[in-house]
């Protein structure tokens, strides 16, 4: 299936984009997060400190998704 990914914040400096469309076999969230690290192993231990949106609402890694489904990889967020 394809799905709209965005990038966010330490994420999105490190792959040097904000979005692309991904296309992965399974269809939770757990099945997409190990695509992005395949396809991106300097960020994969990044990748257990994340959030995950899909359509921007915060989703577990058990969450199904759909085709066309726009996911958001969300660092956290640290400052003071």
Same mark, same amino acid.
């Given at each position: 299936? #394809? ?5 966010f ?11 692309? +469309? !991904?296309?992965? +076999?399974?269809?939770? !969230?757990?099945?997409?997060? +190990? #695509? ?6 300097? !960020? ?27 996911i ?7 400052g003071?």
């Amino acid at each position: 299936m #394809k799905v709209n990914v965005l990038y966010f914040s330490s994420i999105r400096d490190k792959l040097g984009k904000q979005q692309e +469309e !991904i296309e992965f +076999e399974g269809g939770s !969230i757990k099945d997409f997060k +190990e #695509k992005i690290a395949q396809l991106y192993p300097d !960020i994969k231990d990044n990748l257990d400190k994340v959030m995950f949106a899909v359509n921007e609402e915060y989703v577990d890694l058990d969450f199904v998704v759909k085709e066309g489904d726009t996911i958001g990889i969300i660092p956290p967020v640290s400052g003071g």
